[in-house]
């Protein structure tokens, strides 16, 4: 187990000066740790995780794993262990075969390479598939194949590449678990890339929230949930209101707001190390399941209903306040609301978090 260290590393593609990076990043994942790169297609993730294997070379800045600098060094003397979207198996060659590839080219000793390989197999659910040949898989068992096969050489470092974007959603949670499962058995360090913010959620330890070339933030996945830095956390993970505040008053670990479409003022909490100015203009996380819709004399915004949204235990509403539209998530056994109706909103405030401007 080694953790791995990105010193001030950038890419940027372009050769003229003045192009922006197309990713900056200054982090340390630490050593045994799943660390999730989650954004929107274009921010840099893949080009985060070629850095790390060795595939593209920074533009400036070091890589380091534990004590070693591997900045320059090339992949195949990285000790790493690569999981694809395309699975990137050898078709011509059985699942056994396939495992076994990284020990051959490493000549380890036929006993232990069969050992090791049947060890593998049985990690990823395949004992009993190895003689099997690669055409014969269904897509999630060639990715376990594939698992199987980046794990077998004891890598210091695990990287998966969007790994579970090949299969369809019920497979997707089953291999996802199963990637978290043989990660901890093995206890390998692993750098995760996806663009979905749920899956991300659910099997990392910490996420790198990345968006226009940079780290947004960097946490544990309930702190991301709860305590967005950005306003573009706060929209991309799960959903959230994000509505218009005046600060009124600051006092350690909350502040006081006025929301934009009126109302008493509220107490939130926010992270005592941000910086706010009375009257400054911020903004403030509201999940869905932080407002309730209650009569107009008790609430702290009045709209209208503009749509509403049946999910099963929950039902959401879509509500116009002045020129704010928030989503309220709203229990099936409560009374339902209709189009058009105008409503009470009270917000929890102890479940919002305030974002700097
Ligand atoms: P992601 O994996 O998050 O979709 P990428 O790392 O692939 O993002 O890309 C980040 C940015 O760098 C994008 O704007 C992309 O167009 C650009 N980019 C990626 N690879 C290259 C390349 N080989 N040459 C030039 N630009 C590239």
Known sequence: MIPIRLDRVSKTYAASPEAEPAISADLTIRAGEFFTLLGPSGCGKSTLLRMVAG?????????????????GLAPHKRGVGMVFQNYALFPHMSVAENVAYGLKIRRTARDSRDERVAAALSMVGLTGLGDRSIDQLSGG????VALARAVVIQPDLLLLDEPLSNLDAKLREETRTQIREVQENSGT?????????????????????????RAHQVDEPRRIYRQPATSFVARFIGRSNVLPVSIVSVSGET??????GGGPAITVPRSPSMHVSIGAQAELSVRPQAVRLVAESEAHLQGVVTRVEYLGATLTATVEVGDTTVVVSVPDRQIVPERGQRVGLAIDEGSTWLIPE
């Open 55 to 71: 595939f593209v070379a920074p533009t400036s800045g070091s890589i380091w794993f534990g004590d070693r600098d591997v900045t």
């Open 141 to 144: 068992q060639q990715q376990r």
């Open 189 to 213: 360090t692993a750098v995760y890339v996806t663009h979905d913010q749920a899956e991300a959620m659910a099997i990392s330890d910490r996420i790198a929230v990345l968006a226009d070339g």
């Open 255 to 260: 502040a006081e707001v006025t929301l934009a």
